[in-house]
């Protein structure tokens, strides 16, 4: 299946750079969508992937939030996982050696509550081999200490920024923002200074659910993260805002996510300047749509004449 694929490409380059790291392709997975690949590699051909980015990894273990965690909406979803995950320790031994095997490159998508948690398991991270990024998560709407207190104010944001960018030296460092602010561009623009090689774009929007007969929130923690179509529009907009503001000038890349399920969802965000794409949502529902949507975008540039996804990257024509 490998080998189908990448001859269907063969006409175009679909190929990009985030930071110095080279994808194959520009799609990426959204944090926690596919845990840390041991379920989702048995799925689907991995090789449709640019890089695969892990659930949240936390000093410490975490057994997240009370149920219930998860409520489908009309257009998406709400998440209030609470950054379940095994722990730094757990992770070392028990998932990197799965994702070794991947053949591509990984992403670990890092939180905490603290700095100084940031900083250890980045620190350790340096490490491992097969890990060629962190991405930096300060933008967790559903956990109530760190993640999003640290994404919502410039000044905190470029700290914990800072303190990682000081122990990541192998690794790229890549920062993810949250929706739930003013101005993301002023958010971008601090974390920027403070040495972020990448940003992600867009985390998940703080949202709720009511049970109208019991007149109770859904959701156990009361608020959740809205993911999935619903919030699309807004993502590419931001994506948008950041990369004219922000990531064009400074020559940053932009992993743009929020939404996606088709190819046109994809091209939509390269257009408006992300360099590569994340899927999350949508893998619940078709863990093969990473295919479907490579061949779409592959299919779009050759009826657009392009030989290669960059010449698409950020040219959306507003005269």
């Known amino acids: 299946m490998e080998h189908e694929q990448r001859a269907a490409d063969k006409d175009v380059d679909l190929g990009v750079d985030i930071a110095g790291v080279r994808?194959?392709?520009?799609?990426?997975?959204?944090?926690?969508?596919?845990?840390?690949?041991?379920?989702?590699?048995?799925?689907?051909?991995?090789?449709a992937l640019g890089a695969f980015v892990t659930k949240s990894i936390t000093l410490e273990p975490r057994p997240g939030n009370d149920p219930p965690r998860v409520v489908e909406t009309r257009a998406g979803m709400l998440n209030a996982i609470g950054l379940a995950n095994v722990g730094l320790e757990a992770f070392l031994a028990e998932k990197v050696p799965l994702l070794e095997r991947l053949a591509l490159p990984v992403f670990v998508n890092v939180a905490g509550a603290r700095i100084d948690e940031y900083v250890a398991v980045a620190e350790r991270l340096e490490q491992v081999e097969a890990v060629r990024g962190i991405e930096l998560n300060i933008s967790c709407p559903n956990v109530k200490a760190g993640g999003?207190?640290?994404?919502?104010?410039?000044?905190?944001?470029?700290?914990?920024?800072?303190?990682?960018?000081?122990?990541?030296?192998?690794?790229?460092?890549?920062?993810?923002?949250?929706?739930?602010?003013?101005?993301?561009?002023?958010?971008?623009?601090?974390?920027?200074?403070?040495?972020?090689?990448?940003?992600?774009?867009?985390?998940t929007f703080t949202a709720m659910a009511v049970d109208i007969e019991a007149?109770?929130?859904?959701?156990?923690?009361?608020?959740?993260?809205?993911?999935?179509?619903?919030?699309r529009p807004i993502a590419v907009y931001m994506v948008h805002r950041v990369y004219t503001q922000v990531a064009r000038p400074a020559g940053v890349p932009i992993i743009g996510m929020g939404g996606v399920q088709y190819a046109?969802?994809?091209?939509?965000?390269?257009?408006?300047?992300?360099?590569?794409?994340?899927?999350?949502?949508a893998l619940f529902v078709d863990?093969?749509?990473?295919?479907?949507?490579?061949e779409g975008l592959a299919d779009y540039l050759r009826r657009q004449g392009c030989r290669r996804v960059t010449d698409i990257i950020g040219t959306l024509q507003l005269d």
């Open 264 to 281: 046109r969802d994809a091209v939509e965000f390269l257009l408006a300047g992300a360099t590569a794409v994340g899927v999350g949502t």
């Open 23 to 47: 994808l194959t392709s520009p799609l990426v997975t959204c944090s926690g969508t596919c845990g840390y690949a041991d379920e989702y590699a048995d799925l689907v051909d991995i090789s």
């Open 215 to 231: 007149r109770r929130p859904i959701l156990a923690n009361v608020t959740g993260g809205l993911s999935g179509p619903a919030i």
């Open 148 to 203: 999003i207190q640290f994404g919502t104010d410039g000044r905190m944001a470029a700290e914990v920024t800072a303190a990682v960018r000081a122990v990541s030296r192998k690794n790229i460092l890549i920062v993810k923002l949250s929706p739930n602010v003013t101005d993301i561009a002023e958010i971008a623009a601090a974390v920027v200074d403070a040495g972020a090689d990448a940003l992600s774009l867009i985390n």
């Open 287 to 294: 863990p093969r749509c990473i295919v479907d949507i490579r």
